[in-house]
């Protein structure tokens, strides 16, 4: 089937600190994978997005790689800043039906100054 | 443009009692969503509609309804609440099927 895995958290930092936020997925078929943000009371939003092997998705410092070989996707920020506090969600979609996009259950990280 | 916009922001049922979600977007998208969100599990499909005058299950739609009123609209209706549906709830829409998906900023639903 169809499932993302990522670490568990919480994940507290000081400001500064470099970030990773693990994420592994099984898939049947080719996958497009995402990382989603979400900020405190809001919705999530699409943070960065790779649709293909070896493809780098990158925004706001974030960067991730799609990894076939290890069906990795793993969430990496340099200097993390306290406006980066929220929820990360790992995702994955496959095929083109309407239901097809599998989220993982959340990393909530805390940057503290 | 507001993008995704939900009504009501908070709300309170007690068992039995019904209501419904509303949700709107003015981003022209074909495809619209429900999904619920609950500590340690991350999102769940409970229905979606592909195009406009379609609607489909999802992975949790036991206890709910849904409406495809418009290209614009689609709610969620609860006929009789539980306290298993305590969670908070999402609408997103896309421009097609498999595309990015956004967000509205969710409805927190308390079942007493």
């Known amino acids: 089937g169809n499932s993302v895995t990522q670490m568990e958290g919480p994940v507290t930092l000081s400001e500064e600190a470099f970030l990773t936020i693990n994420c592994t997925y099984t898939?049947?078929?080719?996958?497009?994978l995402f990382w989603y943000v979400q900020y405190p009371g809001e919705g999530l939003q699409l943070l960065l997005k790779?649709?293909?092997?070896?493809d780098k998705g990158s925004n706001k410092g974030f960067e991730a790689t799609y990894r076939k070989e290890t069906t990795s996707f793993h969430l990496e920020k340099g200097s993390v800043q306290v406006s980066d506090s929220a929820v990360y969600f790992c995702?994955?979609?496959?095929?083109?039906?309407?239901?097809?996009?599998?989220f993982g259950t959340g990393t909530r990280l805390t940057v503290i100054p | 443009n507001a993008g995704v916009t939900q009504t009501p922001k908070f709300q309170v049922l007690k068992t039995g009692q019904s209501m419904t979600l509303q949700c709107a977007q003015d981003?022209?998208?074909?495809?619209m969503y429900w999904y619920r969100q609950d500590p340690g599990m991350g999102l769940r499909l409970i229905y979606y509609s592909a195009s406009e005058g379609t609607t489909d299950k999802g992975e949790v739609p036991n206890g709910y309804n849904v409406s495809r009123l418009n290209k614009r609209e689609f709610s969620l209706r609860l006929e009789s609440a539980a306290p298993s549906q305590t969670s908070v709830y999402f609408c997103?829409?896309?421009?097609?099927?498999?595309?990015?998906?956004?967000f509205g900023p969710g409805t927190r639903l308390t079942v007493l």
């Open positions: 995702a994955l979609s496959v095929g083109t039906g309407a239901n097809n996009l599998f």
């Open positions: 981003m022209n998208h074909n495809s």
């Open positions: 898939a049947t078929g080719y996958p497009s």
């Open positions: 790779a649709t293909k092997a070896d």
């Open positions: 997103a829409s896309s421009q097609v099927p498999w595309n990015e998906q956004f």
